[in-house]
């Protein structure tokens, strides 16, 4: 948040802490409530499908996964949140020219305006309908990607085949292939991703994170960074750095509470926010257990080989208020921070100002010293998974 903002904040800190921690909550929220709509369209069989998937972090065979199949399986308009951050939506739109959706009336019916980019899959090349849809989308004046899927399959092809294969120059000579086909139509600097649909930290996908990430909003862009798979260390490390850029706020709303000469309220407060901001860390690292099986599923690592990686007490399993209070027992600086807190707010003029500046040093420290254990554990986890050299 933007400077203007923390000057309020600073100033209701000192005249209504009340106020300060609606207004703290309210940020929280719109942060990591933004809504962000994807839509994917490309032709039947292109693997529209299994790109929502595998981002979702499910397969194909996952209850609640796109449907996937080699006939047109998108006859409808299809949303599928994410499962760890239903206000970030991926759309499965059907192909320009199918039957319900004639070329002629498909900006009509599909409300291209709605959604927030769009991600134009092919398996082959891009064909005529790719490129209307491009252009009418160019239009609008709104961001369109072209990927090209399946890359796999076409590096498979090539070394049985090519006696001095060359993976680097069969990619390249493929994204040429496709950026000249742009050209060709009217297009100025195309750019093309290359991808393999099952193993996203392959090819370029990185790169489609980094161009999606530089040309969104800001909301959008930490909306997008939320819900990235852990595909690189370069990605577990900005979702540390967004989760740690949070803490003051978490460490302000804890410090608000303490302005109440309540006993035991500050520290309620205190645990509370710090279960709120744990949780959404084991969410945002996929440390979670429901995210964890599915990762076990995608790589065919074990479940158990997962969790052995893992160090921390806070990784794969429910966060509770007990869980934390056990953990934090092992901080004697942030014991020695709360315990002064309590008793400071009872002391005459000054005790307020002092436990809410210690309120604020202990939440900040345990969030801090929490977001690297979870950090540190992501990246084992990461490591692990792509041991097996299948999709993280």
């Known amino acids: 948040m933007d400077g203007m903002f923390d000057t309020e904040i600073k100033s209701l800190m000192e005249t209504d802490p009340a106020a300060a921690a609606v207004k703290i909550k309210e940020y929280i929220e719109q942060k990591n409530d933004t809504p962000l709509n994807i839509a994917i369209t490309g032709e039947s069989g292109s693997g529209k499908s299994t790109f929502i998937n595998y981002y979702r972090g499910m397969t194909n065979n996952d209850e609640g996964a796109a449907p996937t199949g080699v006939e047109e399986t998108t006859s409808d308009i299809r949303s599928y949140p994410h499962p760890e951050y239903p206000n970030v939506k991926l759309w499965d739109l059907p192909g320009v020219?199918?039957?319900?959706?004639?070329?002629?009336?498909?900006?009509?019916?599909?409300?291209?305006?709605?959604?927030?980019?769009?991600?134009?899959?092919s398996d082959t090349r891009f064909r005529e309908n790719d490129v209307k849809l491009a252009k009418a989308i160019q239009k609008m004046e709104k961001k369109f990607y072209f990927v090209r899927s399946k890359i796999d399959n076409d590096l498979q092809a090539e070394e049985r085949y090519k006696r001095n294969f060359d993976e680097q120059e069969t990619l390249q000579t493929i994204r040429d292939n496709c950026i000249q086909g742009m050209h060709n139509?009217?297009?100025?600097?195309?750019?093309?991703?290359?991808?393999?649909?099952?193993?996203?930290?392959?090819?370029?996908?990185?790169?489609?994170?980094?161009?999606?990430?530089?040309?969104?909003?800001?909301?959008?862009?930490?909306?997008?960074?939320?819900t990235m798979p852990n595909i690189n260390q370069e990605v577990i490390n900005k979702k540390k750095e967004a989760l740690q850029a949070q803490i003051k706020y978490y460490a302000a709303g804890s410090a608000a509470g303490s302005a109440v000469p309540v006993p035991g309220l500050s520290v309620t407060v205190d645990l509370n926010l710090i279960v709120t901001a744990v949780t959404h860390y084991v969410v945002t690292f996929r440390l979670d257990i429901e995210s964890?099986?599915?990762?076990?599923?995608?790589?065919?690592?074990?479940?158990?080989?997962?969790?052995q990686s893992i160090l921390s007490p806070l990784a794969g399993v429910t966060i509770t208020r007990a869980l934390i209070i056990k953990v934090l027992a092992q901080l004697a600086s942030v014991i020695a921070l709360m315990a002064g807190e309590e008793v400071s707010k009872?002391?005459?003029?000054?005790?307020?100002?002092?436990?809410?500046?210690?309120?604020?040093?202990?939440?900040?420290?345990?969030?801090?010293?929490?977001?690297?254990?979870?950090?540190?554990?992501?990246?084992?986890?990461?490591?692990?998974?792509?041991?097996?050299?299948?999709?993280?």
């Open 97 to 121: 020219g199918t039957t319900k959706f004639p070329a002629d009336k498909y900006l009509e019916l599909v409300e291209l305006e709605k959604f927030d980019f769009f991600v134009i899959i």
């Open 185 to 226: 139509e009217g297009f100025k600097s195309p750019q093309v991703f290359l991808l393999c649909n099952f193993e996203l930290h392959l090819y370029d996908f990185p790169l489609l994170h980094e161009t999606l990430e530089r040309e969104l909003p800001e909301l959008k862009r930490h909306a997008l960074l939320m």
């Open 292 to 307: 964890l099986k599915k990762l076990a599923d995608t790589t065919g690592v074990p479940y158990d080989d997962l969790k």
């Open 346 to 392: 009872f002391i005459p003029i000054i005790g307020i100002p002092a436990a809410m500046a210690l309120s604020f040093a202990g939440t900040y420290k345990a969030l801090s010293h929490f977001l690297n254990m979870l950090a540190e554990d992501a990246e084992r986890v990461f490591k692990r998974a792509l041991g097996s050299n299948s999709s993280v």
